[in-house]
Nanobody
Framework: EVQLVESGGGLVQPGGSLRLSCAAS?????VSWVRQAPGKGLEWVSS?????????SYKQSVKDRFTFSRDRASNILFLQMNDLRPEDTAMYYC????????????????RGQGTQVTVSS
């Protein structure tokens, strides 16, 4: 059973920073961060892919502000979020096996319980 446990969310002012953590029960090659704002569907934020080299990818609106990293020894994944904006407010989930459905909605087979990020002055 895959287990993912997120932490690190909170209330922060615009322009502030947070670092989210995800403790994963296994060493999957592909892990993603996704988020869900109130009244909206699941939205992909970033993925890390482990292979011969580690590759990361980001949603355009968070690129250059968010950094996804992994500590292989502890198997904890981090999402460093800088210059946070009110539109980043959402429940953030660490997730695996995410795919887009035929209606373009995002589904993930495995997700943690989430950690709330609120950006507000």
């Amino acid at each position: 059973e895959v287990q993912l446990v997120e932490s690190g969310g909170g209330l922060v002012q615009p322009g502030g920073s947070l670092r989210l953590s995800c403790a994963a029960s296994d060493q999957s090659d592909v892990v993603s961060w996704v988020r869900q704002a109130p009244g909206k569907g699941l939205e992909w934020v970033s993925s890390i892919v482990e292979g011969d080299s580690t590759r990361t990818s980001y949603k355009q609106s968070v690129k250059d502000r968010f950094t996804f990293s992994r500590d292989r020894a502890s198997n904890i994944l981090f999402l460093q979020m800088n210059d946070l904006r009110p539109e980043d407010t959402a429940m953030y989930y660490c997730a695996k096996e995410c795919t887009y459905n035929s209606d373009y909605t995002l589904s993930c087979r495995y997700r943690g319980q989430g950690t709330q990020v609120t950006v507000s002055s």
